[in-house]
Every structure is written in C-alpha cells, then in structure tokens.
C-alpha cells in the first residue's frame, strides 16, 4: 500500500510510538487522524504539523468516540486508509504481595484500554476501511497494533499488562483472517524496551540497566525505529496476520 498518499488513524498519537508514527506519516506526505486524551500536547502537535493531521481528543474505550473521530477523519481527508494502535497505560502490582491481593479495579482498567480499547478501534476502523476501493492487489488498507515483549516474557508484577498484551497478540491472527476477504492486513508489532513517556521518568541509572539487558544494539529502542517499521507494514503487502518482536534480541528477566 502506498504509504505517501495514506490517512491512517493513530491511538496515543500525541507522544511517544503514537508521536513518532504521526509525525513519519506527514513528512512521508501522508495525512494522519491523532487519537489522544492528552488535549494540550494534542493540540500543540496538530498545530505544528499543519492541515495534514487532525486531533481529535477520543478514550478508545469509548464507541462514541471512537466513532466520532473516525468520521471526522472521513470528512476531512475523504477516507481512512490504516489505523495504528498505540494508545495503553502500564501499571504494576504482584498478584499478592505485602499490600494484599492485586488491585482488581487497576487490573480491569489496564485490559480495558490496552485490549479491549484495541479492539474497540480495529473493528470501527475495519469497517471505515473497507469502504475504500481496492488497489490492484486487492487490498483496501491495514491495522496495525501495538502488544509488547511482555506478551511472552512478563516480568513480576506484569500480570495485567502481560495479560493486556497478551491478548493483543492472541487476537492477531484470527482479526486478520476475518478481515482478509475485506482485503485488510492485521499485523502486530511487540517492541521491547523503548525511549517513550512510560520510562521517561525513570532515574538514569535505571534506564542504563535496562539498556544493559538488551544484546543488540544494547540501548532503548528509539520511537522512530518503531515508526519506520509501521511503514514498511503498510507498504509491504505480504505481511499480514503476524507479530513482528522489535526488540534487540531482548528476552525479559523475571525482575
């Protein structure tokens, strides 16, 4: 698919994966719809980026508004061509520890957003895609979503997010055999550790630890490395119904 001339829709466009994937679409020449809840960074990087993107403030939890920016997008730019799943929160608790059992109310609410607001956004914007005329091969557009390494390795007190992430995973490959006769991709990218806002905060002797369990190349992933593999998802028709690990060869640790 033609990357230059998409309009893809992007969850937690406003910082971190969601930032860099926006900001890689425009200066590729395509149009972007950033979905966020964070208005202020929202609005400062719509204005930046010009009439190419469009803001729109949506919890990907909610149908109504997940609906709503979708058509917008639609009337804007005339159609939707992809939608990037980025939008998730983290938060870490031992199943049972000194502070009693996990919190069930934050368990619920990291695989509310992480999965279930996943899910929310790819069957909205499938049927937004599948309004588009086919290209020469048959494919009307691409989903692309966001699970993480620890999907498979989760570290302790990473049950909820493993969980989340997880299922982000486990619903790849039967979301993309649904969606094939429409002639939409589904393809999921599990990143390892990443320079983004949820380890921003971290102390630097923290973030050099974690750059020390990575093989290669021993450092943070950085943001535009998992934009750039969002565009050769879009532009390489044969990845479909797939988990890319983009990790340095990084296998987590218990703790």
Known sequence: ??????VVA??????????????????HGGK???????????????????DQVLYVNTNVVEEADVRSALDQAVEKFGKITAAVNCAGIGGS??????????DLVLFTKIIQVNLIGTFNVIRLAAAKISENEPNEQ????????????????????????????????????????DLSSLGIRVVTIAP??????????APEHVKQALSAMVPFPQRLGQPNEFA?????????PMLNGEVIRLDGALRMQPK
């Open 32 to 50: 972007a719809l950033m979905m966020d809840v964070n208005d202020e960074k929202g609005t400062q990087l719509a204005e930046a980026l010009g």
């Open 10 to 27: 992007v969850t937690g466009g406003a910082s971190g994966l969601g930032e860099a994937t926006v900001k890689s679409i425009v200066a």
């Open 138 to 177: 048959g494919e009307r557009g691409v989903i692309v979503n966001t699970a993480s390494a620890a999907a498979f390795e989760g570290q302790m007190g990473q049950a909820a997010y493993s969980a989340s992430k997880g299922g982000v995973v486990g619903m790849t490959l039967p979301i993309a055999r």
């Open 93 to 102: 608790q031992k199943t049972y520890g000194k502070n009693g059992p996990f």
């Open 228 to 236: 750039h593999l969002v565009q050769s998802i879009i532009e390489n």
């Open 192 to 201: 390892g550790l990443f320079e983004t806002p949820m380890l921003g905060r």
């Open 1 to 6: 698919m033609d990357f230059k001339n998409s």
